[in-house]
């Protein structure tokens, strides 16, 4: 079992900047592939950003890339999402998310993955 808390959210300015963490519990995080993802009022849970369970490989949807940056600290446990030049539309509950496999490539849709966060609050004001 693996257990996730994010945290970070917060009220930013347009253009300005984030950093979210999620912390895991459990003997497996570094061997899952992780992934980050949003979900604004009204719409599905979108993909935001993966990351190999090595940290070597990562990926991101359009919308993010160049501006988001994901990242892991396998000594820590933790997964990380900085987050620059934010823009209103990347306002979203954002939800931490460990693949339900190990060893697994990482994965851009929501089924790739069985454990979840709470979820993190990031709004941001034009």
């Known amino acids: 079992q693996v257990q996730l808390v994010e945290s970070g959210g917060g009220l930013v300015q347009a253009g300005g900047s984030l950093r979210l963490s999620c912390a895991a519990s459990?003997?497996?995080?570094?061997?899952?592939?992780m992934g980050w993802f949003r979900q604004a009022p009204g719409k599905e849970r979108e993909f935001v950003a993966a990351i190999s369970w090595s940290g070597g490989d990562t990926y991101y949807a359009d919308s993010v890339k160049v501006r988001f940056t994901i990242s892991r600290d396998n000594a820590k446990n933790t997964v990380f999402l900085q987050l620059n030049s934010l823009k209103p539309e990347d306002t979203a509950v954002y939800y931490c998310a460990a693949h339900g496999l190990l060893w697994a490539v990482p994965g851009m849709t929501k089924n790739d993955y069985d454990y979840w966060g709470q979820g993190t609050q990031v709004t941001v004001s034009s």
């Open positions: 459990g003997r497996t995080f570094s061997s899952r592939a």
